[in-house]
C-alpha cells in the first residue's frame, strides 16, 4: 500500500486493517442454502428459521454486551420479513461463515460497525426469505405474488391467509432470491423498543462467561509477571495442602487448579514465585511521558494526512501581522477497561477437539488463537461465545482463552479459568498513553487556515497484525480525525480547513497496550477540541461561533452542534457560577455535540449536566442510542477526570476499584440526549458518545477557571 | 458440614469456614445469579440480603454465617409471592441493564433501599447505592429508583 491515506472514505480504517486481517484469519466464502427441517419447520437463510407453529428465530450476527444489537438486529430482519415481533426468538452467531461481519471480515463486535454493517446485507437476507414465504403462498393459492401482503407472520391474498408456520416447509424448499426487492419497512425499526436481553438480567438468570457451570468442571485462578514480558522462573508451593491443587506453568504465569475457585485463588496466592528481571524493571509513567514528549521533535516523523499545503500557511504567519501560529501539547493517560465481569474463559479438551465457553467479543480470534494453542484444525474448535459482562474492547483478545487452553490441557476436565479484579486491572490492554501537539494557524480574522497535529505514542495496528505501522503510521491513532462519514468537507473530520497534516512518531511501550472504547477517536477528541477551544479563545471569538464557521461547509454538522447548543441554553443566563463548555466529534461515522454545565467549589470541578446531540443517520432503537450515549458520557467523565493507570517499577501500580476511580451513581450529573434523524447513512453507536465528553468537561473548566486541562486526568492536573 | 438458610430452603455446604459466601453460592451451590466483580467489597456486585440487610457476599466467611437468614437475586420475586418485585418491574420499564452483569447486586441493594426509605432522596440514593455499573447505567438506575417508590 503507497500513497496517501484516504481517512475521508467511509469504513477507510476496516478495510485497510480488514485487508491485513484476511490475511491472518482466512474466511471461507459460502452460505447455508435454505432447507425444510424434520420437524416440519424449516431454514430460509443462515439468519431466519421458522418453524411449524410459525415460530420464527433470528439469528443477530453480532455480540450483545449491552449495547442492544440483538434487538437492533432483530428489529431490521423482523420487519423487512415482516414477521410478528412476538413470535420472534433471537440467539447469538456460532461459528459459521455467513456470519463474517462485511466489511471487517471477521466475526467480531467492535468498531461499533455491527449496525451499520449488518443492516443492508440483513434487509436483502429477510427479504429473500420474505419473497420465499410469498411464493409458497402464491403458489399454493395460484395467485399472483404481488398480490400477496405480509404483515405480522401472515400472508394474506385476497380472501387467503396463512402464517409462516403452515407455509415454512415449501417455502424452505424453493431457490433463495438473488436479488429480492427490500422494502425497507419501518414497524419497529425507528420506535423505541424493549430489548429482549434485560427481562433476564433483572432476575439473576442471564449467564455471562463467568457463569458456564459443566459436569465435573474444576477452576483456575493465575498469578501473571506484574513486569510486562518478564518470564516465569520458578514456582514453589507450600508442602501440606489438604486440597488436591493442579499447577501449570506458562511463560510469564502460574496456574492453579481446584475443585472450588476460592481453593484455586488460595493456592496461587500461597506460591512463591519468583519472575525474571528485566530492562523494564525500574520504568515509571513519567519515564514514559518524557520518551514521548522527547520524541516530538527527535523520532521520525510520517505524515500519513496532508491537504493543500499547511507548511506554506504556517510559515505565512511567522511575521506575526499575517495572523497567529499558536501551539500546544497534551498527553492522555493509559486507562483500564475494568469491565463489571473480569477476564475468564471455561476450555474443555475432548475427544481430540478443544471446546470453549467464552465471554467474548472476537470469535474468529478466538478460534484462530485456539487453533495456534493446541494446534489442532480450526474444524475442531468449538466455541460457544457467552453474553460478555462488559467488552469496550478488552474481550476482543485472546490471552485469557490460551491459558485457559493451557490449563486445560493439564486435566481432562472442563478448566474454568477466572481472573482476580487485580489480575485484570494489572493485565489489561490499555488505552495507549499518547501525546499529541497541535499547531494551527489563525487568520487576523480568526480563521482557521491550518491544522497540524503530531501524535507520538505506540501502534495499535501492531498489536492487531504484527508489524508495528502502515507508511509509517498507526490507522487507528487517525480514527476521530478524519471522518467516516462520505460527506465531510476535509480531512479533518467536518471542518472546513484546507490546510491539514497529520503526523505520526512510533513511540513503543513494554505497556501492552489495544482497543478501548473509540480507540484513538478517544485522545483525538480531547486533543483536538481542546485545542479548537484554545484557537477560539485566542481570537476571542465564542468557542461555539467559531466551530459553527468550521463547519460551514457541513449542514449535518451544523445540525447537530447547533441541536447542543440551544438544549444546553448556551449564552443563556446560568445559575451563578455555572459555565458551559462545548465539543464536537466525527466518530464512527456519526456526528455528535455535546455540552458540559461545571462549577468549581475550592478548584474542583463539579458537573451539573451534559448535553449530547447526536446524528446517527438514524436510530434503529431510538432507546438504545440514548442508552448508548448516557453510558458513555459515564465512562468519559470518570475517565476525564478520575482515571489513569500508573506504571512504576515497570507494573501496573492500581489494583481494584478502590486505587483505580470508576464512576458512580453519586458521581453522575443530569444527561440529556438529543437524537437527530438526518436519514444519511448509519454511523455507529456504541463508541460514538465518548470522544466529546473530555474536551466539553475541560472547555467548561477553562471558562469556569481560565485554567487550561492539557493532561488527562482532570484531578491529578488541575 | 454448615447448614445455610438461603430464599427459605436449607442447604448443607461442606466448606473452608474462611471461604466467602460469594463463592459457596457460586461455586459450591451453582447459584450464579449473585456475581463477582472485585473480591474486595467494593464493587457491589455480589450483594445480598442477610437478615434483610444489602451484604456483600465476598466480604462474609461462612463461619459467619450459621443461622443466618440469605436472600439472592434468585429468591427475591418468591419473597413477593412469585413474579416481578417493583424493583425488577422498574428495571425492565425503564430499560436499566446494559450488560447486566452489575445488575443483580445493584437490584439487591436497591431492594434494601426501599426497605429503609419508601420514598428515597436522591441524597438518600447516592449514599446508599454506591454500587459500580461501568456501562454508566446510573441515569436510568436513579428513575427506575424514583419509579419503584412510586409504586402502589
Known amino acids: 500500500m503507497g500513497g496517501r491515506l484516504e481517512l475521508t ?51 443477530a450476527p453480532a455480540f450483545d454486551m449491552g449495547q442492544g444489537t440483538h434487538t437492533s438486529l432483530a428489529m431490521i430482519l423482523c420487519d423487512e420479513l415482516g414477521a410478528n415481533w412476538e413470535q420472534v426468538t433471537v440467539v447469538g452467531p456460532e461459528v459459521d ?18 449496525v451499520r454493517n449488518w443492516h443492508d446485507p440483513l434487509r436483502k437476507a429477510a427479504a429473500a426469505a420474505r419473497e420465499m414465504l410469498v411464493q409458497a403462498a402464491a403458489t399454493r393459492w395460484n395467485v399472483d405474488p404481488a398480490s400477496c401482503e405480509v ?20 417455502a424452505s424448499r424453493l431457490p433463495v432470491p438473488e436479488n429480492p426487492q427490500v422494502r425497507n419497512t419501518k414497524v419497529l425499526v425507528g420506535t423505541p423498543t424493549k430489548r429482549i436481553d434485560i427481562p433476564s438480567k433483572v432476575n439473576g438468570s442471564a449467564k455471562f462467561g463467568i457463569d458456564v457451570r459443566l459436569p465435573g468442571m474444576v477452576y483456575a485462578a493465575i498469578r501473571q509477571a506484574p513486569v510486562y514480558g518478564s518470564k516465569l522462573e520458578s514456582v514453589s508451593s507450600p508442602a501440606e495442602s489438604s486440597d488436591n491443587i493442579k499447577i ?83 498527553t492522555t493517560p493509559f486507562l483500564a477497561h475494568m469491565t463489571m465481569e473480569p477476564m475468564n474463559c471455561t476450555v474443555w479438551m475432548k475427544d481430540g477437539k478443544c471446546e470453549i465457553w467464552v465471554p467474548t467479543q472476537g470469535l474468529s480470534a478466538t478460534v484462530t488463537a485456539a487453533a495456534a494453542a493446541t ?128 503526523e505520526f512518531v512510533f513511540q513503543p511501550t513494554h505497556v501492552p497496550i489495544g482497543f478501548w472504547r473509540s480507540v484513538g477517536a478517544g485522545e483525538n477528541g480531547f486533543f483536538i477540541e481542546s ?30 452542534l447547533d441541536k447542543a447548543a440551544s438544549e444546553a441554553g448556551w449564552g443563556n443566563p446560568l445559575p451563578t457560577g455555572h459555565f458551559h463548555g462545548i465539543a464536537f466529534t466525527d466518530v464512527v461515522g456519526s456526528l455528535v455535540a455535546q455540552v458540559a454545565e461545571v462549577s468549581m467549589n475550592d478548584g474542583t470541578p463539579t458537573v451539573h449536566r451534559m448535553v449530547v446531540a447526536v446524528d446517527c443517520g438514524t436510530a434503529i432503537n431510538p432507546d438504545s442510542v440514548i442508552a448508548q450515549m448516557q453510558g458513555a458520557v459515564v465512562m468519559g467523565l470518570s475517565s476525564a477526570l478520575n482515571e489513569q493507570v500508573e506504571i512504576a517499577d515497570g507494573r501496573c501500580m492500581p489494583s481494584n476499584f478502590y486505587d483505580y476511580h470508576v464512576h458512580g451513581l453519586a458521581d453522575t450529573p443530569r444527561i440529556d440526549v438529543h437524537i437527530i434523524d438526518s436519514s444519511e447513512p448509519l454511523g455507529g453507536v456504541g463508541e460514538a458518545g465518548v470522544p466529546a465528553v473530555a474536551p466539553a468537561l475541560a472547555n467548561a473548566i477553562f471558562a469556569a477557571s481560565g485554567r487550561r486541562i492539557r493532561s488527562l486526568p482532570i484531578m491529578a492536573n488541575l | ?92 420499564a425503564e430499560q436499566v441493564p446494559q450488560c447486566g452483569y452489575c445488575q443483580s447486586g445493584m437490584i439487591m441493594a436497591v431492594s434494601a433501599l426501599l426497605e429503609k426509605y419508601a420514598k428515597p432522596t436522591d441524597e438518600q440514593i447516592d449514599a446508599e447505592i454506591t454500587n459500580i455499573c461501568r456501562c454508566g447505567t446510573y441515569p436510568r438506575i436513579r428513575a427506575a429508583i424514583h419509579r419503584a417508590a412510586e409504586m402502589a
Open chain 1, 248 to 330: 501449570v506453568e506458562l511463560p510469564s504465569a502460574v496456574i492453579a487448579i481446584a475443585d472450588t475457585f476460592w481453593k484455586a485463588k488460595s493456592a496461587v496466592e500461597g506460591f512463591s514465585v519468583v519472575f525474571a528481571t528485566s530492562d523494564n524493571d525500574a520504568l515509571t509513567s513519567s519515564d514514559i511521558t518524557a520518551q514521548r514528549t522527547r520524541q516530538l521533535d527527535e523520532g521520525t516523523v510520517a505524515r500519513p494526512i496532508v491537504s493543500g499545503d499547511p507548511d506554506a500557511a504556517l510559515a505565512a504567519t511567522s511575521d506575526g501581522v499575517s495572523g497567529n501560529l499558536v501551539t500546544a501539547t497534551y
Open chain 2, 1 to 92: 458440614m454448615t447448614k445455610l438458610r438461603i430464599n427459605g430452603k436449607e442447604h448443607s455446604v461442606l466448606a473452608a469456614p474462611d471461604t466467602p459466601l460469594l463463592w459457596i453460592l457460586r461455586d459450591n451451590l451453582d447459584m450464579t445469579g449473585t456475581k463477582f466483580g472485585c473480591g474486595a467489597g467494593v464493587c457491589g456486585a455480589c450483594t445480598v440480603h442477610i437478615d434483610g440487610e444489602a451484604t456483600r457476599s465476598c466480604q462474609v466467611p461462612l463461619s459467619d454465617l450459621e443461622d443466618s437468614d440469605i436472600v439472592t437475586i434468585e429468591g427475591l420475586a418468591s419473597q413477593s409471592g412469585g413474579g416481578l418485585t417493583k424493583v425488577q418491574a422498574s428495571w425492565i
Open chain 1, 375 to 502: 494446534g489442532l484444525s480450526k474444524d475442531n474448535i468449538v466455541v460457544h461465545p457467552t453474553t460478555p459482562g462488559g467488552g469496550f474492547g478488552r474481550k476482543y483478545e485472546a490471552d485469557f482463552v490460551v491459558q485457559a487452553i493451557a490449563a486445560a490441557k493439564a486435566t481432562d476436565r472442563p478448566v474454568q479459568l477466572i481472573w482476580t479484579r487485580e489480575e485484570d486491572i494489572q493485565h489489561d490492554f490499555y488505552r495507549p498513553a499518547m501525546t499529541g501537539r497541535l499547531t494551527a494557524a489563525l487568520s487576523p480574522e480568526g480563521d482557521m487556515n491550518a491544522f497540524i497535529m503530531r501524535k507520538v505514542g505506540p501502534s495499535i495496528v501492531e498489536h492487531m497484525i504484527g508489524s508495528a505501522l502502515i507508511d509509517g503510521s498507526d490507522p487507528i491513532a487517525w480514527l476521530g480525525f478524519g471522518s467516516q462519514t462520505k460527506t465531510a468537507p476535509g480531512e479533518l473530520q467536518q471542518y472546513a480547513v484546507e490546510n491539514v497534516a497529520a
Open chain 1, 531 to 560: 485545542f479548537v477551544d484554545e484557537l477560539a479563545h485566542s481570537a476571542h471569538i465564542d468557542p461555539y461561533e467559531f466551530r459553527r464557521r468550521l463547519l460551514r461547509e457541513s449542514p449535518r454538522g451544523r445540525a447537530v
Open chain 1, 9 to 59: 472514505r467511509r469504513g477507510f480504517v476496516a478495510s485497510a486493517v480488514a485487508t491485513l486481517v484476511v490475511s491472518m484469519r482466512l474466511t471461507q466464502p459460502g452460505s447455508a442454502q435454505a432447507a425444510p427441517d424434520e420437524s416440519g419447520g424449516g431454514l430460509l437463510n443462515p439468519f431466519i428459521s421458522v418453524d411449524k407453529q410459525g415460530n420464527v428465530r433470528l439469528v
Open chain 1, 151 to 170: 404483515s405480522a407472520g401472515l400472508i394474506t391474498s385476497a380472501g387467503n391467509s396463512l402464517g409462516f408456520g403452515d407455509l415454512i416447509e415449501d
Open chain 1, 97 to 114: 461463515p455467513a456470519f463474517v461481519v462485511p466489511g471487517i471480515n471477521e466475526q467480531a463486535t467492535h468498531g461499533s460497525f455491527m
